[in-house]
């Protein structure tokens, strides 16, 4: 009878219960017709007449490897490769996303071999993807896409798409989303080898399976990989993994924060900083990145978390403002902390993210600029913001949680739409050396390329579309002499979707 | 001794497959491996199955592939089952830190959950004088 009366009260109940991500997949969206046709027609339309939009069409077919053709000279200290990742699966069967945030992940590899540079490109193999590409049409919704008759979610990975960023870790590739699991995938061949049990070989087990992993961890010099995960219920997950991507510690936070996403955080040698912007949700607009508002008079919290035993040490609160990315944090000896984030004083961006899927142009979005914080141990804070619009901050890797001498952003100097620039920010000097690729290109994330520990050495590098002849070139620019311009280009014979982030691995 | 001889029992109970009149038979498709045992709970009405409490439960040995499980001599009315693998056999589902399920579970009728448990009206179906049968594929 013990035995029968236990199997009856088994501790399921509980578990099946758990809404990780209610609202995430078209939930709110009452409307009855087919948003996605409306947002494909608009979208051809707007493309027949502007194509500068051609970026953002997306792909359907991968690229096989291609040979380049070379402007300038390749430097022969670099070798390795330089992996992209962005939502690129943006339409089927008629319909295209709403939202830019979700399309289905494709891997731009540029292969620095032999004296030349080759282009490969390959959608991450989610279960997803390979379901839909089956069907011939979108079978889940999406943050902000309903599909009628969608198949039901059982875990966030079932909709795991692994298409913001990509790392490199212990010999693979780690296509990351933000809102579930890594996808691993063969760093020559980029074939896709399956979700990441971020447990496995720990002393966690599946306690971690299918967990957020944010798709902005802070790799430090050591090699160790910092990450956070969200959940929409304001829990966060800190996590430290060791440089062979094996989780060492790992907490959960509960905050209040109901802005729904949460996208980059900071590391300092000691400390994990965790910036909650000034979001907050309005269930009575339709879809998930839809329902985010800014709330003007809502400080930011930078909670302060002890990177030993990721737990939170302190909050400050600073003035109201977004940043999807953040470039760097360093650490005083008295405790003051200081960092950077490319800001908004609104959430236009986000929502231009939806626009564009529609064709809208950027018209009347401010863009973010590099803010500067300096956190003082006596609780007061302060704020210097720069001139020029910057986003996609990236340090040299060597500088990661440890201060950096320069600070590199994508930028628009003469036109409104997407990036047209490059810059680097000399952070004690205030002085910047940019390099404007001109209203022919759309620009995308550059990052800085080691050549050692020096910051002056190195280079950046980076794709930008060339729109009059509706192709994508990779840039080579010497880290110390940005307006130059690049000392080497590398044209591709096509144009390959505009993505999020990438980084170089360099060849061991 | 004794919790040995209890499992003896119950074993030999949970493993009868033969289907009477007011039975169901559940069939569950897709289990992954042979670890750990099935454990599935049956619940008469909504109010029982919102409350957690069970009429009856069987749990079984996992076998790759499918497994079939009979409840006999049960009362005519509206049932619903929900089940999960219990491939560490610890007698519980294992969740991660967000308190989603990291183990295989499912429903009668092939119910699936979206973003949560499926609905009971999903999950539910009618026992009366001639045996039925439902099945489910377990979700990973």
Redo the contacts between chains.
């Keep these: 009878m013990?035995?029968?009366q236990?199997?009856?009260?088994?501790?399921?109940?509980?578990?099946?219960?758990?809404?990780?991500?209610?609202?995430?997949?078209g939930?709110a969206i009452t409307s009855s017709k087919d948003s996605l046709a409306v947002t494909k027609q608009l979208f051809d339309k707007a493309l027949s007449s502007a194509p500068e939009l051609i970026g953002f069409k997306g792909a359907t077919k991968p690229f096989n490897k291609t040979a380049l053709t070379i402007e300038g000279n390749i430097p022969k200290d670099i070798q390795g490769c330089f992996y992209r990742n962005g939502a690129a699966r943006h339409e089927r069967a008629q319909q295209r996303y709403n939202h830019l945030f979700e399309g289905d992940g494709m891997i731009q590899a540029f292969h620095f071999e032999e004296g030349n540079i080759y282009h490969q490109g390959q959608f991450v193999q989610t279960s997803k993807f390979k379901k839909e590409e089956q069907a011939g049409k979108f079978l889940y919704s999406g943050p902000d896409s309903q599909i009628q008759g969608a198949l039901?979610?059982?875990?966030?990975d079932d909709i795991n798409t692994a298409n913001t960023n990509i790392i490199s870790v212990d010999g693979k590739l780690w296509a990351l989303w933000e809102a579930g699991s890594p996808v691993a995938l063969s760093a020559d061949t980029l074939q896709t080898h399956g979700v990441v049990n971020l447990g496995e070989n720990s002393r966690f087990g599946?306690?971690?399976?299918?967990?957020?992993f944010s798709a902005h961890p802070k790799i430090d010099p050591k090699g160790d990989i910092w990450n956070f995960g969200f959940?929409p219920?304001g829990?966060i997950?800190l996590f430290h993994l060791n440089a062979k991507g094996v989780t060492q510690n790992?907490n959960?936070i509960k905050t209040n924060y109901k802005g729904a996403m949460l996208h980059d955080f900071l590391i300092t040698h000691r400390h994990i900083l965790i910036i909650l912007p000034s979001l907050v949700l309005d269930r009575t607009k339709s879809g998930f990145f839809g329902a985010i508002n800014y709330d003007a008079n809502l400080p930011m919290d930078v909670l302060v978390i002890d990177k030993d035993t990721l737990t939170l040490k302190r909050q400050y609160k600073v003035a109201p403002g977004f940043a999807f990315h953040y470039g760097n944090a360093w650490e005083e000896p008295n405790g003051t902390i200081h960092f950077d984030a490319c800001l908004y004083r609104d959430a236009n961006a986000l929502h231009f993210m939806k626009n564009i899927m529609q064709g809208d142009q950027m018209a009347g979005v401010a863009p973010a600029k590099t803010t500067l914080y300096s956190l003082f141990p006596d609780g007061k804070y302060k704020e210097e913001q720069l001139e020029g619009s910057a986003d996609f901050p990236r340090i040299h890797p060597s500088k990661v949680g440890i201060r950096n001498q320069y600070l590199y952003s994508t930028g628009s100097t003469e036109v409104e739409f997407w990036f047209d620039s490059v810059s680097r920010t000399n952070m004690g000097s205030g002085k910047v050396d940019k390099y404007v690729y001109g209203k022919d290109f759309v620009v995308e994330e550059h990052i800085p390329i080691a050549t050692d520990e020096n910051e002056d050495n190195g280079y950046l590098m980076g794709t930008a579309l060339h729109i009059p002849t509706k192709r994508t070139c990779l840039n080579i620019f010497h880290a110390n002499d940005m307006s130059q311009g690049p000392i080497c280009r590398a044209w591709l014979p096509y144009h390959i979707p505009l993505g999020f982030h990438g980084n170089f691995v360099a060849k061991s | 001794m004794k919790r040995m001889t209890l499992l003896t029992t119950l074993s030999l109970a949970f493993a009868s497959n033969i289907a009477l009149a007011n039975s169901v038979t559940f069939t569950i498709e897709q289990v992954k491996n042979d670890k750990g045992t099935i454990l599935a709970q049956l619940f008469k009405g909504a109010t029982n199955y919102k409350a957690g409490k069970a009429v009856s439960a069987q749990q079984v040995k996992a076998k790759q592939g499918s497994i079939s499980i009979t409840f006999n001599n049960l009362e005519p009315g509206e049932y619903a089952i929900r089940y999960f693998h219990d491939e560490n056999n610890n007698g519980k589902l294992e969740t991660n830190m967000f308190g989603m399920p990291t183990e295989g579970y499912g429903y009668s009728n092939n119910a699936k959950g979206n973003f949560g448990p499926a609905d009971y009206n999903d999950m539910k179906f009618t026992v009366s004088t001639t045996p039925i049968t439902t099945q489910s594929t377990v979700s990973y």
Excluded: D, Y
């Excluded at chain 1, 009856?8 to 991500?21: C, E, Q, Y």
């Excluded at chain 1, 599946?206 to 957020?212: F, P, S």
């Design positions: 013990e035995r029968r236990l199997l009856k009260t088994l501790a399921a109940g509980t578990a099946l219960t758990a809404v990780p991500l209610k609202g995430f997949a939930q039901p979610v059982s875990s966030p599946n306690k971690l399976k299918g967990l957020a959940s219920s829990h997950v790992v959960m």
